[in-house]
């Protein structure tokens, strides 16, 4: 018998491209410096969009203006303890607040081409970064309706 329910982790990224790069976050993690998209959990009592706009503000200092779902990810890790489901969704940088204390383990954010993306896979957090920015480039863009907040 299992000490816990199994249920997956509901985690929300947000896909940014200005200018053909990426905005990346590179943050702590139990694996060493790892790349990922900024991203996280939602918290109780939030929507997934509200969830996405807080952590790329939290991790980026920038305003994240969700315009499309770009794709619904389920990942285990290699460890098999922990299964994501990823909501990734892409929209633009309205400004960002200078100065603006980054979350704990965010080294910084940096925006990456897309070869910067590629060549720097090996220190991804895990293997969604890349997929959501190639779904993003390859057109992948659902409208925000299709995923309902009640």
Same mark, same amino acid.
């Given at each position: 018998m299992?000490?816990?329910v199994w249920k997956p982790n509901v985690t929300v990224a947000a896909v940014i491209e200005r200018d053909g790069r990426f905005l990346l976050v590179e943050e702590e993690t139990?694996? =060493?410096l790892r790349f990922n998209q900024p991203a996280g959990h939602l918290e109780e =009592?939030?929507?997934l969009l509200e969830a996405t706009v807080r952590?790329?503000?939290e991790e980026t200092a920038c305003h994240f203006v969700p315009e499309y779902l770009v794709g619904i990810y389920q990942w285990t890790r290699p460890q098999g303890d922990i299964t994501y489901l990823r909501f990734a969704y892409g929209g633009r940088v309205d400004g960002e607040e200078a100065g603006r204390r980054l979350d704990e383990g965010i080294v910084r954010a940096v925006w990456m081409t897309l070869d910067e993306v590629?060549?720097?896979a090996d220190r991804h957090?895990?293997?969604l970064i890349l997929q959501c920015v190639e779904d993003w480039l390859a057109g992948a863009r659902y409208p925000l309706s299709l995923?309902?907040?009640a």
């Open positions: 299992k000490d816990r139990p694996e =060493g =009592g939030e929507s952590e790329a503000l590629r060549a720097s957090r895990s293997p995923v309902r907040h």
